[in-house]
Nanobody, 125 residues
Framework: LVQLVQSGGGSVQAGGSLRLSCAVS????????IAWFRQTPGKEREGVAS????????WIDDSVKGRFSISQDNAQDMVYLQMSGLKPEDTAMYYC??????????????????WGQGTQVTVSS
């Protein structure tokens, strides 16, 4: 059984930084691809960053490129989303998710089968 438990998030002023953490459990073959998504009310969930944990291959959405990064700690089964230069438009509920395969459409939420509980990020101007 794959489980994802998120931590981090909160409120920050524009220009600040936050780090989100995702603790992943379950067989690695079931969840080599981990991604971060975000969603605001009335909008579709959008992919922010993803990583193939077995190869350290990463993708970053253009909207956050240069500000956000995704990383992992294999020993701890943790995946992180480091966010810097935060803007009010980054305010959203953030989710981590896992998939068996994501080389095609690595930021498409329909690729992902397992989801964390979500954590709110609020950026004030």
């Amino acid at each position: 059984l794959v489980q994802l438990v998120q931590s981090g998030g909160g409120s920050v002023q524009a220009g600040g930084s936050l780090r989100l953490s995702c603790a992943v459990s379950g067989p690695v073959y079931s969840r080599p691809c981990i991604a971060w998504f975000r969603q605001t009310p009335g909008k579709e969930r959008e992919g922010v960053a993803s990583i193939v944990t077995t190869r350290d291959t990463t993708w970053i959405d253009d909207s956050v490129k240069g500000r956000f990064s995704i990383s992992q700690d294999n020993a701890q089964d943790m995946v992180y989303l480091q966010m810097s230069g935060l803007k009010p438009e980054d305010t959203a509920m953030y989710y981590c998710a896992a998939a068996i395969y994501c080389y095609t459409r690595p930021l498409d939420p329909f690729n992902f089968n397992y989801w964390g509980q979500g954590t709110q990020v609020t950026v004030s101007s």
